[in-house]
């Protein structure tokens, strides 16, 4: 059956075709329902109307006519991309199913984990009984203070009212809906802590919108990160309250009021104090910040696999590594991105656990102002809405994540050159007449080199806002953005990577490696086909860039590490066949001098 690729807007999507009698726009509409299909949360698709398109082929960028057959115009695996897409108008099912499973939030025990899978829409969220009675107390409180009439700021001095001017209204890209439920999800979660002053009724109503994956249009920028992150916030609360604009799966973006009302749910009135409530806070970078740390830790174990493969197909020696090595190797010492890999990736590991401690602190964490202390009968207005904290963390992870594309990259210009390796130049025969892995380098190289100035950190800088109120800010939004795309060229590095290690097996074989780096092998073969002459290769590095960030890399050699790690039992090891030049190591009990 022929099979073609198709290049939608930022995805490839391979459609099989059993009759090429089709037209190609038959061909453009099936790759267009495949795209939307991948799209999250997209409710399931009933069909596209009113679609505009130009078709053309990737190589030679030449105009195909809609109603032209596939057999007169396209050859088998040929690529063809859509382009001037006009009018695509999503028309969902009536019966979007929601997650069956719940998180319940107490303010004090979600993890980056849990909000990253909340973000990708796998459970709903209730409030446990404890964070409940905690959040009636508070506002019990606020309404002394407000019956009495005391003067405290954002409780009595007018900002309720004042909100909807002080909320901003911006036309930049908004955040995706992952993003978006990420960020209500964790606004809810400090919420929940009991020291905000929030009413039960507004919380349980921002609960409501989540469930319901009713998302406020959020712009991806506008927080300097101190008075926590206003802009942004500031957006979620307005589609809360019914104003801006709203997406939800079953109706797409429209009028926030149009969509609450669609999804059976009112808009929070504002009473005193929830005004500064709902936007003050980190909850803009902390909630990116989870997604890189999470995605880092993703990438990071599975560099140390693909690292692995590389060192066999170059046929490094593993006497750096472990003495107990089971074959014979007479390589003296290998260059510094085979040998040093422990060391490199060890202090990227180091800083992904570091960073995911601040993180995970910062989740659970109070960052409103003023506090309420319903204990102790008082509020007191604090700094907790700086983002200092994740802010120089985040700028960590990426300085830290980076050396993972860093070294990646090296060994694929190992792989690549001749002179360096084993294999033939750019891993393809015929070298004059194909480029086979150049230009993959190249993007390799790009992508290090664009880390690089990503890597220098944000959160150095500050500009007072607020009329001098506000005079040392954290510019952690931007810390939290760099850091994920960080991760992203790391990930897209190591995805070229693992395609120049297995497309070196090719020229090795009948040798065999390991069997947990065989399968990992067996896995990107079923996925991407071996290179023999010269093709497009973007949609070969995205699909193996999505095998990681799916973690399937991890899924297929995890299990074989965990029982390695399991056996490992020092004093039943045998002495290692490749160490055996070394001179025996000092006793433990012997200091050793060196010259």
Not at 45 to 63: A, P, T
Not at 390 to 407: M, Q, R, T, W
Not at 555 to 562: D, F, L, R
Request: aromatic share 6%.
């Amino acid at each position: 059956m022929p099979r073609f690729t198709v290049h939608v807007r930022d995805e490839w999507l391979t459609v099989p075709c059993k009759d090429a009698t089709c037209s190609i726009k038959w061909l453009a509409f099936e790759a267009l329902k495949r795209y939307i299909k991948n799209k999250p949360d997209n409710g399931g698709i009933q069909h596209i109307k009113d679609v505009h398109f130009v078709v053309r082929r990737c190589q030679g960028l030449g105009l195909l006519d809609n109603d032209d057959t596939i057999e007169d115009v396209l050859e088998d695996n040929d690529f063809v991309e859509l382009g001037n897409i006009t009018n695509m108008v999503y028309m969902f099912s009536v019966s979007y199913k929601e997650p069956e499973q719940y998180i319940s939030l107490d303010g004090n025990s979600l993890t980056s984990t849990d909000l990253v899978n909340l973000g990708k829409g796998l459970y709903m969220i209730k409030l446990t009984p404890e964070a409940e009675q905690k959040v009636v107390q508070s506002r019990e409180l606020l309404d002394t203070i407000v019956k009495e009439n005391k003067v405290v700021y954002g409780i009595t001095t007018g900002f309720g009212k004042f909100a909807r001017t002080v909320i901003p209204v911006s036309k930049l890209n908004p955040l995706s809906p992952e993003r978006t439920r990420m960020l209500l999800a964790l606004r809810i979660n400090v919420l929940a802590k009991g020291y905000s002053g929030v009413s039960l009724e507004t919380l349980h109503r921002m609960i409501q919108a989540f469930n319901a994956s009713c998302l406020s249009y959020v712009p991806e920028k506008g927080t300097v990160g101190a008075s926590g992150d206003l802009a942004p916030l500031s957006h979620l609360a307005l589609g809360l309250m019914g104003e801006g604009k709203m997406w939800s799966p079953k109706s797409g973006w429209a009028d926030a009021k149009y969509v609450l009302e669609a999804h059976g749910l009112k808009p929070i009135s504002l009473k005193p104090k929830e005004g500064l409530a709902l936007i003050n806070g980190t909850q803009m970078i902390t909630s990116l910040g989870a997604e890189a740390v999470e995605r880092a830790e993703a990438i990071a174990r599975q560099a140390d696999i693909i690292a692995a493969l590389t060192l066999e197909v170059l046929k490094g020696t593993t006497k750096a590594f472990d003495s107990e090595s089971h074959r014979f190797c007479d390589r003296v010492q290998d260059a510094y991105t085979m040998r040093c890999c422990p060391q490199v990736h060890g202090i990227v590991n180091d800083t992904i656990e570091f960073v995911k401690k601040i993180i995970n602190t910062e989740i659970n964490s109070a960052t409103d102002n003023p506090m309420v202390f319903a204990e102790r009968g008082e509020t007191i207005s604090g700094g907790n809405f700086h983002g200092e904290y994740p802010a120089k963390a985040l700028d960590y992870l990426a300085i830290g994540v980076h050396e993972l594309a860093s070294i990646s990259e090296r060994r694929i210009e190992r792989l690549c050159n001749p002179s360096l390796s084993e294999l033939p130049a750019f891993l393809v025969n015929e070298g004059g007449l194909n480029s086979g892995f150049m230009i993959a380098h190249c993007t390799a190289a790009a992508l290090v080199s664009e880390n690089k100035v990503l890597c220098h950190p944000s959160s150095i800088d500050s500009l007072s806002t607020s009329a001098a109120t506000e005079d040392h800010v954290s510019m952690g939004g931007w810390a939290a953005r760099k850091a994920l795309r960080v991760v992203e060229h790391v990930e897209q590095v190591l995805a070229i990577e693992l395609l120049a290690a297995c497309q070196g097996i090719e020229f090795l074989r009948p040798l065999r490696t390991t069997t947990p780096l065989e399968k990992v092998y067996d896995l990107v073969r079923a996925t991407v086909k071996p290179w023999i002459k010269d093709r497009f290769m973007a949609p070969d590095i995205e699909a193996v860039h999505r095998l990681l960030v799916d973690q399937k890399v991890w899924n297929i050699a995890g299990p074989y590490i965990e029982k390695y790690c399991m056996e490992y039992i020092p004093e039943s090891r045998p002495s290692s066949p490749t160490a055996f030049a070394l001179d025996p190591p000092p006793s433990p009990r012997k200091r050793v001098s060196l010259p």
